[in-house]
């Protein structure tokens, strides 16, 4: 019997560095693909849940302000960063904007949320959810006097200007990394319902 | 194809043109690709990415599409909730309900004056004018019509008279400043109509949103 011998050529070094060069770029590619894909879905999910929070607050803050009376007991100025209403049982509906690291917000130290009292600042809630922190919370208010009561004498209202409300907004989820933070501005202005004179 | 090996038993004449052919010698021969094979690979990978980016591009534009609508409906509500805020005021001031509104000088067509500070007004528009960020030091940053640094949004409200008959048994938007068609003579409400328009990776996008408001709470 012959000698039978089996030759299997194999690859050269050549050919099999440019092999593993085309597949770790291929890799590089769809691995780079891959995490700027996961990147910016957690982005649309952050700016998602900062779009939800908005129209939350806004839809609150306009119903309040809709059928509450503002509260004139305090002193207002133009703008500022708490809104205060009086309902008709003497309990002030207070919402503002919490000081970073807020106990109240339940939230990292970082975290500034929006909070609602009900009960005249006893007891506070979050209006804005865990991650979402609160950049601007401003409050525009006019008149800052109210036009319902009656000063001086004789007798006359300060102004005839119907109480109005405007909130300007802005928001950040802040993410684990800084490039899947989302932000949203946004402004509205509601007018008062309450008629009394 | 001719292979050349170091031993002379070693000789291949020629391979198949698919799978392994063993020759007499006992030489395995593995044929790889052929140019049509890779490039087919390349466009099914390429497929693959371009509908992987496809996605995340469209995922991205979706994203700020609906964040800027929810700002514009926010800034269209903003201008209905002024003209109503200005009709509530004229009640206060015993002034026509629309006093402010559709007797502005140049038009029915307006935007809002309102920075901040001073009682907002109306004043005449013939266009969407922009929407800036405001620098005045009382209400910097605050979306407004004043002076500011510039944003996506423009916009304009219009004003249009609600006339009646005179026996109130119908009612029709008049499509001027005046209940000026003969059959429908009294003035009875306002429809205000808010306009805000946008632009986004050069897509041109508008809302519009409306309210009747009438002489009585």
Redesign the interface.
Known sequence: MGERKVCLPGYSLTELLVVIMLFALAMGILMDTYIQFTRLSHKTSNAAVVQQDSRFAFEYIARAVRNTPIDYSVTWAISSSTLRLLPTNGSAIIITQSPAGDARCGDAAAISCLLVSTNGGVNWAPLTSKSVNVKKFKVYLQPTTSPFVLTGSPADYPTDQQPFVTVQMELEYVAARAVENATMNAQTTISSRVYVR | MK?K?P?A??QISKCGKFGIRNLA??????PGQTIMEMLLVFLI?SMG?YG??T??VA??TH?EA??DH??AM??A??QL??A??KR??N???DKDFDFGMTNIIGGCTAITN?N??A??SFVFAASAQPVNLSSLA??L???TNQVGTATVFSRWLNFAPICAKPDHSATAVSATCACSDPAYTDKVGLRVLSNVKWTRRGSNKSLSIYTDMYDW?
Not at chain 2, 25 to 30: E, M, N, P
């Open positions: 292979l090996m031993n038993k070693c010698f006992g030489i395995h021969v593995l990978i990415l992987a980016v996605l995340i995922n991205v994203q609906d964040a929810l700002v926010d800034l509500r903003e909730e002024l109503q805020n509530d005021s009640w206060l001031n309102w901040g500070s009682v907002p009382v209400s940053g605050m979306f709470r």
